[in-house]
């Protein structure tokens, strides 16, 4: 939660790592507005065929969100009118 009761979302990627030889690490990356949308992803298996071919061919293999310093939007509470919402204005 930002200042001002406003929700902050940045940048995350799903990251996926691997090694294909001893000397060299390959990285992918998925990106999303909001390090939901990839959890969301890991957690509903989304990228679990891709995991498991990787897996059967690759040694040292990772998955995970890293969420980025990148704000992606900043969602604001929109303004209430003062008074109760029966009451009329004359």
Same mark, same amino acid.
């Given at each position: 939660m930002g200042s001002g009761g406003g929700m902050i979302y940045y @940048?995350?990627?799903?990251v996926i790592? #691997? $090694?294909? *030889?001893? &000397?060299? +690490?390959? %990285? $992918?990356y998925v990106w999303y507005d909001r390090e939901r949308h990839c959890q969301e992803a890991m957690n509903d298996s989304l990228a679990d065929p891709l995991y498991t071919q990787l897996y059967e061919? #690759? &040694? *040292?293999?990772?998955?995970?969100?890293? +969420? $980025? &310093?990148?704000? $992606? @939007? +900043?969602? %604001?509470? %929109?303004?209430?009118?003062e008074g109760e919402p029966w009451e009329t204005k004359p």
């Open positions: @940048f995350t990627a799903l790592s #691997y $090694s294909m *030889d001893p &000397d060299t +690490v390959t %990285k $992918s061919l #690759y &040694d *040292d293999l990772a998955m995970t969100c890293v +969420v $980025s &310093d990148q704000v $992606s @939007f +900043v969602l %604001k509470p %929109k303004l209430r009118p």
